[in-house]
């Protein structure tokens, strides 16, 4: 299966608290930190809910 990089770029303060806990759930814990995970709906869904927080680009 693909894997994706996540990039949180931008923070969460003042964001509802399942967005903050959706950005921790997917292992980022600072600003311009990158997590690796395999490219799955779930995956995806979590993404969806914080589009504005972070970037995602394909791994390699």
């Known amino acids: 299966m693909a894997k994706i990089k996540i990039t949180y770029t931008k923070s ?16 980022l ?5 990158i997590a690796e995970h395999e490219d799955t709906p779930e ?3 979590m993404i969806q809910t914080v589009s504005h927080l972070v970037e995602v680009e394909e791994a390699v």
């Open 43 to 45: 995956i995806r869904g």
């Open 29 to 33: 814990r600072k600003i311009r930190q």
């Open 12 to 27: 969460s303060i003042g964001y509802p608290a399942n967005q903050k806990a959706t950005v921790r759930a997917l292992g």
